[in-house]
C-alpha cells in the first residue's frame, strides 16, 4: 500500500491516542473488581479493550479516506438514464421469472421467510410514499397494516369474502382509514404529525384488542387460506371444494400454499414496484415532493394541498392494506400482537435505511432486515445488537439512506 | 384600459397592530404597478391578502372576470353563521376545510416571496413541471398505463419549461437541483415558476433584493417584457428606488398600513407626504 509517511504517522499517534481514551473510559470499569468491602485491580481486561481499540483504529485509519467520508449531499445528481425501455422491461422480467422459479426449489421454510420479506418490501414501498415523497413523518402506519389483514380475516367471517375480493377491498378499506387520519392531521407536521399517527396506530391496536365481541379480542382470528379458481391447497377438500393438486394431478405438498402465495404475491409487489416508479415521475408524486419541499409554494401555485396529502396517505396506506392481507392469508390467522409499534418502527427503518423515496433502496434494506434475521438465527442473541450497529453505520456514512434517491433527467423534446 | 384587481377599504390586524387600514387601490390590466413604502409598511401583508394567504378582515378585493367580478376574500370561506343561506354555509365550511388559497392562485393570481421559496431539492425544471400542475393530465390510471394523451400533456408541459428556462437563461442549469442556484438565478427560477401558472396577475415581493447591478437591469427587462410580451398585468414591491420609477406606470406608496399617496412615478416622487415618510422628518 502505498501510503504517506506523514499520514502513517498521524494514524499511528490517532490510534494511541484512543487507546488511551479507551483506558480512561473503561479501567474503572473493568479494571477494578469489588471484593467484598475491598477491591482488588485486575489489569488484563482494560489493556485488552485498550489493545483492541487500537487496532481498530489503526485498521481504519490505513483504509483509503474517501470511504469513510461523509457522503455529499447532492451526490445523485440527475442523470440521463442509460437503460432503453425494452431493456429495463426485459430485465424485469428476466428478475420476476428468476424469483418466481424458486416457488419449485425452496423449501417450506424459505418460501414462508421469502413471502416474509415481501411483505416488508410492499409496507416498505407504502410507507416510502408517505414519508419520503410527501415528507409526512407517519408512526402509525401498522395500523392500515391491521386494517389490511383483518379486513380479511374478519370480512371472510361476516360477508364470507374471499381472497381475491378481500385484496382490493381491503387496500381500498386501509386508503379509506389512510384519509380519515389525514383529516385530522392536515394541518401538522414534524414532530406533532409523528405523535398524532403513533395514537393512531395505537388506537386501531387497542381496538383490535378490546373489542372482543366483534375482533376475537386478544385471542386473534383465523383467516382463510386463499384459493385459486375456487381449487384449494389442501390434502382434503373441505365441503363441496376440489383440491387444487388432484385437479392437476400432482402429488400433495404443504408447501403448495405457501408457493401459491409467495407468487401472488410476488406479482403484487412486481405491480407496486411499477406503479410506485411511474408515480414519482406523474403530476400527483411531483406534487408530492413539492408538498414535502414546500407547502406555501404549492398552494400559491394552485395545487390542493388538502387533497394532495389525503392522496399521500390514502396511496401509501392502500399498499399497506394490501400486505396486511398477504400476512393474513400467509399466517391463517391474524391477532393484535402482529401489529405492535415495534411494527410500524421497523418499516419506517426500511425506508429510512434504504434512503428515502428510492425505491430500490427500500427494496434493498426490506430485505436485509427480513433475510438478515433468518440467517442470523444462531446469533439470535445478537440480532438486534447487529441491527443497531447497523443503523449507526448507515447514519454516519450515509445520513441519507443507502440509496440516494435520483432525480428524474428531462432532456428538451426533439423538433 | 379596464381594472383588473380592485381593493376596496381592506383592513387586518394583528392583535394590537393594524397592518392594513382601509386600503384601497386599483390595478390597471396589462399595467406595472408598484407597491412602495418603509419596512414594516404592510407590503407583503398586502400581498398575502391578495393572494389569498391571509384572509382581509375587512373590506373587498375583487378581480375582475369575464363575468361578473371575483371577491377573493369571499374564496378563502368564512365564519360559519347560522342564519345565512345554508348554501352559502356549506360553501364557507368547504373552503374552511379545503383552505382557498391555491382557488385564488387558479382565479389566475400567482405570486414569488420575499424570501424566496423553491422546491429545493428538486430540479429546475421539476420545479417548473409542478407549477404546470393543473394543465396537466392527472388521471392516475393514464399516467400508469402511459397513454397517448398523459404523454402528450406532459411532453407540452416540458415544452412550456423550456420555454421559460430559455427566457431566463437556466436551460443548462435545468436538471439541477433548484438550491444549487445561485442567488439571482432562483429568484428568475421562481418568477418563471409563477408564469407557468398561466396568471392574470404576477406579483412579485422585493424580486431586486440581493440581486447585483447587473442582475437587476436585467430583471428590469424581463419584468417589462411579462407586461409587454406575455401580457400580464404586474404587481411589484421594490426597495430599489431607480428600478421602480424605471419601470412602473403606477405607484403606491404604504406607510404604517395605510395609502399616503399613489399615482405616476412623477407624482409619486413630488407628493412631500411620500418623502416625509421615507426620510422620517415630521411634516406637521
Ligand atoms: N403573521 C404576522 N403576525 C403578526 N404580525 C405580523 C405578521 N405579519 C406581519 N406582521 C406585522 O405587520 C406589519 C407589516 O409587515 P409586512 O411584512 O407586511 O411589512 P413589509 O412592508 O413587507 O416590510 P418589508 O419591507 O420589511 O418587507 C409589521 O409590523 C409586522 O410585524
Ligand atoms: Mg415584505
Given at each position: 500500500?502505498n501510503?504517506?509517511?506523514?499520514?502513517?504517522?498521524?494514524t499511528?499517534?490517532?490510534?494511541?491516542?484512543?487507546?488511551v481514551v479507551a483506558l480512561?473510559?473503561?479501567?474503572?470499569?473493568?479494571g477494578?473488581?469489588l471484593?467484598?468491602?475491598d477491591?482488588?485491580?485486575?489489569?488484563?481486561?482494560p489493556?485488552?479493550i485498550?489493545?483492541?481499540?487500537?487496532?481498530v483504529?489503526?485498521?481504519?485509519?490505513?483504509?483509503?479516506?474517501?470511504?469513510?467520508?461523509?457522503?455529499?449531499?447532492?451526490?445523485?445528481?440527475?442523470r440521463?438514464?442509460?437503460?432503453?425501455?425494452?431493456q429495463?422491461?426485459?430485465g424485469?422480467?428476466?428478475?420476476?421469472?428468476?424469483?418466481?422459479?424458486l416457488?419449485l426449489i425452496?423449501?417450506?421454510?424459505?418460501?414462508s421467510?421469502?413471502?416474509?420479506a415481501?411483505?416488508?418490501?410492499?409496507?416498505g414501498?407504502?410507507l416510502?410514499?408517505?414519508v419520503?415523497f410527501?415528507?409526512?413523518?407517519?408512526l402509525?402506519f401498522?395500523?392500515?397494516y391491521?386494517v389490511?389483514?383483518y379486513?380479511y380475516?374478519?370480512?371472510?367471517q361476516?360477508?364470507?369474502?374471499?381472497?381475491?375480493?378481500?385484496?382490493?377491498l381491503?387496500?381500498?378499506?386501509?386508503?379509506l382509514f389512510g384519509?380519515?387520519?389525514?383529516?385530522?392531521?392536515?394541518?401538522?407536521?414534524g414532530?406533532y404529525?409523528a405523535?398524532?399517527?403513533?395514537?393512531?396506530?395505537?388506537?386501531?391496536r387497542l381496538v383490535?384488542n378490546?373489542?372482543?365481541?366483534?375482533?376475537?379480542?386478544?385471542?386473534?382470528?383465523?383467516?382463510?387460506a386463499?384459493?385459486?379458481?375456487?381449487?384449494?391447497?389442501?390434502?382434503?377438500a373441505t365441503q363441496g371444494g376440489?383440491?387444487f393438486?388432484?385437479?392437476?394431478?400432482?402429488?400433495?405438498?404443504?408447501?403448495m400454499?405457501?408457493?401459491?402465495?409467495?407468487?401472488?404475491l410476488?406479482?403484487v409487489?412486481?405491480?407496486v414496484?411499477y406503479?410506485?416508479t411511474r408515480?414519482?415521475?406523474m403530476?400527483?408524486?411531483?406534487a408530492?415532493?413539492?408538498?414535502?419541499?414546500d407547502?406555501?409554494?404549492c398552494?400559491?401555485?394552485?395545487?390542493?394541498?388538502?387533497?394532495?396529502?389525503l392522496?399521500?396517505?390514502?396511496?401509501?396506506?392502500?399498499?399497506g392494506?394490501?400486505?396486511?392481507v398477504?400476512?393474513?392469508?400467509?399466517q391463517?390467522f391474524?391477532?393484535?400482537?402482529?401489529?405492535?409499534?415495534?411494527e410500524?418502527a421497523?418499516?419506517l427503518?426500511?425506508?429510512?435505511?434504504?434512503?428515502?423515496?428510492?425505491?430500490?433502496g427500500?427494496?434493498?434494506?426490506?430485505l436485509?432486515?427480513?433475510?438478515?434475521?433468518?440467517?442470523?438465527?444462531?446469533?439470535?442473541?445478537y440480532?438486534?445488537?447487529?441491527f443497531?450497529?447497523?443503523?449507526v453505520?448507515i447514519?454516519?456514512?450515509?445520513p441519507?439512506?443507502?440509496?440516494q434517491?435520483?432525480r428524474?433527467f428531462f432532456?428538451?423534446?426533439?423538433? | 384600459?379596464?381594472?383588473?384587481l380592485?381593493?376596496n377599504s381592506?383592513?387586518?390586524q394583528?392583535?394590537?397592530?393594524?397592518?392594513l387600514?382601509?386600503?384601497?387601490?386599483s390595478?390597471?390590466e396589462?399595467s406595472?404597478?408598484?407597491i412602495?413604502?418603509?419596512?414594516?409598511?404592510?407590503?407583503t401583508?398586502?400581498?398575502?391578502?391578495?393572494t389569498?394567504?391571509y384572509?382581509?378582515q375587512?373590506?373587498?378585493?375583487l378581480l375582475?372576470?369575464?363575468?361578473?367580478?371575483?371577491?377573493?376574500?369571499?374564496?378563502?370561506g368564512g365564519k360559519?353563521?347560522?342564519?345565512?343561506?345554508?348554501?352559502?354555509n356549506?360553501?364557507?365550511v368547504?373552503?374552511?376545510f379545503?383552505?382557498?388559497?391555491?382557488l385564488?392562485?387558479?382565479a389566475?393570481?400567482?405570486?414569488?416571496f420575499?424570501?424566496?421559496?423553491?422546491?429545493?431539492?428538486?430540479?429546475v425544471?421539476e420545479n417548473?413541471?409542478?407549477?404546470?400542475?393543473?394543465?396537466?393530465n392527472r388521471?392516475v390510471?393514464?399516467g400508469?398505463l402511459?397513454?397517448p394523451?398523459?404523454r402528450?400533456?406532459?411532453?407540452?408541459?416540458?415544452?412550456c419549461?423550456?420555454?421559460?428556462l430559455?427566457?431566463?437563461?437556466?436551460?443548462?442549469l435545468?436538471?439541477?437541483?433548484?438550491?444549487?442556484?445561485?442567488?439571482?438565478?432562483?429568484?428568475?427560477?421562481e418568477i418563471?415558476?409563477?408564469?407557468?401558472?398561466?396568471?392574470?396577475?404576477?406579483?412579485?415581493?422585493e424580486p431586486a433584493?440581493?440581486?447585483n447591478?447587473?442582475?437587476t437591469?436585467?430583471l428590469?427587462l424581463?419584468?417589462?417584457?411579462?407586461?409587454d410580451?406575455?401580457?400580464?398585468t404586474?404587481l411589484v414591491?421594490?426597495?430599489?428606488?431607480?428600478?421602480?420609477?424605471s419601470?412602473s406606470?403606477?405607484?403606491v406608496?404604504?406607510n404604517?398600513?395605510?395609502?399616503?399617496a399613489?399615482g405616476?412615478p412623477k407624482?409619486?416622487?413630488a407628493?412631500?407626504?411620500?418623502?416625509?415618510?421615507?426620510?422620517?422628518?415630521?411634516?406637521?
Amino acid at each position: 500500500m502505498n501510503m504517506s509517511r506523514p499520514r502513517l504517522s498521524k494514524t499511528l499517534v490517532l490510534s494511541a491516542f484512543a487507546a488511551v481514551v479507551a483506558l480512561i473510559l473503561t479501567g474503572p470499569l473493568s479494571g477494578l473488581v469489588l471484593e467484598g468491602y475491598d477491591f482488588k485491580t485486575r489489569f488484563s481486561a482494560p489493556l485488552q479493550i485498550a489493545a483492541f481499540v487500537l487496532i481498530v483504529r489503526f485498521i481504519a485509519g490505513l483504509l483509503p479516506e474517501s470511504w469513510l467520508a461523509p457522503r455529499q449531499k447532492n451526490e445523485a445528481a440527475p442523470r440521463a438514464t442509460r437503460f432503453k425501455t425494452w431493456q429495463l422491461v426485459l430485465g424485469g422480467l428476466l428478475v420476476y421469472i428468476a424469483l418466481a422459479s424458486l416457488v419449485l426449489i425452496a423449501s417450506k421454510y424459505w418460501l414462508s421467510v421469502g413471502i416474509l420479506a415481501l411483505i416488508y418490501i410492499l409496507l416498505g414501498l407504502g410507507l416510502n410514499i408517505v414519508v419520503g415523497f410527501a415528507g409526512l413523518l407517519d408512526l402509525g402506519f401498522v395500523g392500515f397494516y391491521a386494517v389490511g389483514a383483518y379486513g380479511y380475516a374478519l370480512g371472510h367471517q361476516y360477508l364470507g369474502l374471499g381472497f381475491w375480493a378481500a385484496i382490493p377491498l381491503a387496500a381500498m378499506l386501509a386508503g379509506l382509514f389512510g384519509m380519515i387520519l389525514g383529516f385530522p392531521v392536515l394541518r401538522m407536521h414534524g414532530d406533532y404529525l409523528a405523535i398524532v399517527t403513533l395514537g393512531f396506530g395505537e388506537i386501531i391496536r387497542l381496538v383490535l384488542n378490546n373489542w372482543i365481541a366483534f375482533t376475537g379480542g386478544p385471542n386473534g382470528i383465523d383467516a382463510p387460506a386463499p384459493t385459486f379458481f375456487g381449487w384449494e391447497f389442501k390434502a382434503n377438500a373441505t365441503q363441496g371444494g376440489v383440491p387444487f393438486h388432484e385437479v392437476w394431478g400432482l402429488d400433495y405438498s404443504s408447501g403448495m400454499l405457501d408457493g401459491f402465495i409467495f407468487l401472488v404475491l410476488l406479482t403484487v409487489v412486481a405491480l407496486v414496484i411499477y406503479a410506485v416508479t411511474r408515480l414519482r415521475g406523474m403530476p400527483i408524486g411531483r406534487a408530492w415532493e413539492a408538498l414535502r419541499e414546500d407547502e406555501i409554494a404549492c398552494r400559491s401555485l394552485g395545487l390542493n394541498h388538502v387533497f394532495t396529502k389525503l392522496s399521500a396517505f390514502a396511496m401509501g396506506a392502500s399498499i399497506g392494506g394490501l400486505a396486511g392481507v398477504f400476512f393474513a392469508a400467509s399466517q391463517g390467522f391474524v391477532s393484535p400482537v402482529s401489529f405492535s409499534f415495534f411494527e410500524s418502527a421497523l418499516v419506517l427503518a426500511i425506508v429510512v435505511l434504504g434512503g428515502l423515496g428510492s425505491v430500490t433502496g427500500v427494496i434493498l434494506a426490506a430485505l436485509f432486515l427480513t433475510l438478515m434475521p433468518e440467517a442470523l438465527r444462531e446469533f439470535s442473541d445478537y440480532r438486534i445488537l447487529i441491527f443497531g450497529f447497523a443503523m449507526v453505520l448507515i447514519m454516519i456514512w450515509r445520513p441519507r439512506g443507502m440509496i440516494q434517491q435520483r432525480r428524474p433527467f428531462f432532456t428538451r423534446a426533439k423538433g | 384600459m379596464s381594472t383588473l384587481l380592485d381593493l376596496n377599504s381592506v383592513s387586518l390586524q394583528f392583535g394590537g397592530i393594524i397592518a392594513l387600514n382601509r386600503v384601497s387601490l386599483s390595478v390597471e390590466e396589462g399595467s406595472i404597478t408598484a407597491i412602495i413604502g418603509p419596512n414594516g409598511a404592510g407590503k407583503t401583508t398586502l400581498f398575502n391578502c391578495i393572494t389569498g394567504f391571509y384572509r382581509a378582515q375587512d373590506g373587498q378585493i375583487l378581480l375582475s372576470t369575464k363575468h361578473k367580478p371575483l371577491d377573493l376574500v369571499q374564496l378563502l370561506g368564512g365564519k360559519f353563521r347560522l342564519f345565512d343561506a345554508p348554501w352559502s354555509n356549506i360553501k364557507k365550511v368547504f373552503y374552511g376545510f379545503f383552505g382557498g388559497t391555491h382557488l385564488v392562485a387558479r382565479a389566475g393570481i400567482a405570486r414569488t416571496f420575499q424570501n424566496i421559496r423553491l422546491f429545493s431539492e428538486m430540479t429546475v425544471v421539476e420545479n417548473l413541471l409542478v407549477a404546470q400542475h393543473r394543465h396537466l393530465n392527472r388521471n392516475v390510471l393514464a399516467g400508469f398505463l402511459n397513454l397517448p394523451g398523459y404523454r402528450k400533456a406532459e411532453a407540452k408541459a416540458l415544452e412550456c419549461a423550456f420555454f421559460w428556462l430559455d427566457i431566463i437563461g437556466l436551460s443548462d442549469l435545468a436538471n439541477q437541483p433548484a438550491a444549487a442556484l445561485s442567488y439571482g438565478n432562483q429568484r428568475r427560477l421562481e418568477i418563471a415558476r409563477a408564469m407557468c401558472t398561466e396568471p392574470r396577475l404576477i406579483c412579485l415581493d422585493e424580486p431586486a433584493a440581493g440581486l447585483n447591478p447587473n442582475e437587476t437591469d436585467q430583471l428590469s427587462l424581463l419584468v417589462k417584457r411579462l407586461r409587454d410580451e406575455f401580457k400580464v398585468t404586474v404587481l411589484v414591491i421594490e426597495h430599489d428606488m431607480s428600478l421602480v420609477m424605471s419601470i412602473s406606470d403606477h405607484i403606491v406608496v404604504l406607510n404604517y398600513g395605510e395609502v399616503i399617496a399613489k399615482g405616476s412615478p412623477k407624482e409619486v416622487q413630488a407628493n412631500p407626504k411620500v418623502l416625509a415618510a421615507y426620510l422620517g422628518s415630521d411634516e406637521d
